[in-house]
Each structure stands twice: as C-alpha cells, then as structure tokens.
C-alpha cells in the first residue's frame, strides 16, 4: 500500500479553547475509501479542515508523500452553487479550473461530455442549477470536483437532505468512483452508507479508534 497522508499526535483548538480533536494518529493510504464517523462535536469537520489545509493543527504533524490535490463536497443543503444563474454544463466546467472567460477547447468539452454521461447528466445539462433536486445537485457537485481529477475525494455527509432513493444512486456513485481508484473519505452518521468503506474511523475524545467495518460504531 502507498502512504499517502500521516497524521501525527494531532491536536487542534481555537483560540486556545479546550481542545476539538486530540492526539490522532492516522495513515491514508493510495486508494482507501475512509468512513468517518462520531458523536455531534466529536470534530468531523475540523478533521477535513486540517485535510484540506483551511485550520493548522495547534500541535503534531500532518505529512504528504507528495503534493495532493483534494476534491470537496459538502452537504447538499448549502447551495453557494445556486447564487447565481448557471446551467449543469457550466457548473461542471468550472472544475477545470480555466481562467475566467477562457473558451473551452476541444478536449475541455470532449472532458465535460464524458463527466457527464459518467454522472448520468447528459439529459440535465442545459437546465438552471436552482431547479434541481437535491440528489442531482450532490451529483453536479462530485462532478465538477472530479473532472478536476483529485487525488483524494472528500464527502462531508453528502446525503443529508436528499431522499432515500437519491442517496442509494448516490452511494452507488460513490462506489464507483472507488472502483476508479480514487482515495474517497466519506463523512456519515449513518452506518448503512458506510457499507462500501474498506476502513472506518471513529473520533473519541482520547483520539481516533479504528473499527470493524462489519461491528457495530
């Protein structure tokens, strides 16, 4: 297996406050699909923040074997991509991360076609964002971060507000993005979503336990 991230003895408060998160200790490897679960302010979150680089831990080390590119999805019920008027193909395309106003070659467009027949979009992609459901705009979402082709894909529960069936398509989507070989860490408090984990984690206070993706968390 390939290290790709180390956590280590990670603390983190704000503004010297009684400590979020204390001493963890975890490897990400090349590939793993991660469930991270945990009591309501148990800091989820604030371990995806320390991911992805937006808070420094206030004591320990976070260590890359190279320079990793992240791919985030938040929950579905923000909705900064419906602030503005924009169809499904122009969200999408945004992930490539051209320019403003940069036109889109041919291989961009031939890129944004196969993302999103990949989502099942293709029929949706001349309609506005704002008149989506909410399971299709979790998808538009994983869409335009997965054309940007990221090293490692985190979901902070991207199921919530969306329907059952919704969330199953979704799920099945997820899994196959794993199938791709995409690291994935996947955020839940519900443990049917995490059936497709190879690991799970748990945040306690005394740091991060490592479960049996079959017992009970």
């Avoid at 260590?63 to 923000?78: E, L």
């Avoid at 997820?174 to 994935?184: E, G, P, S, V, W």
């Amino acid at each position: 297996m390939e290290e790709i991230i180390s956590l280590n003895n990670i603390s983190f408060s704000y503004d010297n406050s009684s400590e979020i998160l204390y001493n963890l200790n975890l490897v990400i490897n090349k590939g793993d699909f991660i469930g991270v679960v945990g009591e309501n302010g148990s800091g989820k979150s604030t371990l995806l923040k320390l991911l992805l680089g937006v808070v420094k831990p206030t004591s320990g080390e976070i260590s890359f074997s190279k320079k990793i590119k992240f791919g985030y999805v938040n929950q579905t019920t923000s909705t900064e991509e419906g602030a503005f008027p924009a169809t499904v193909y122009e969200v999408v395309s945004i992930g490539l991360n051209k320019k403003p106003f940069h036109f889109l070659n041919k291989n961009d467009k031939k890129r944004i076609d196969e993302t999103l027949e990949l989502f099942n979009l293709t029929n949706l992609k001349n309609k506005s964002i704002n008149s989506l459901s909410g399971g299709q705009m979790q998808k538009v979402k994983i869409a335009k971060v997965l054309i940007s082709n990221p090293d490692i894909i985190i979901l902070d529960e991207p199921t919530t507000g969306i329907d059952c069936g919704s969330s199953m398509v979704l799920l099945e989507l997820i899994n196959h993005l794993h199938a791709m070989r995409k690291t994935i860490i996947f955020v839940s408090h519900k443990k049917e979503e995490l059936k497709y984990c190879n690991r799970i984690i748990k945040l306690k206070p005394e740091g991060i336990e490592e479960v049996d993706v079959n017992g009970s968390f």
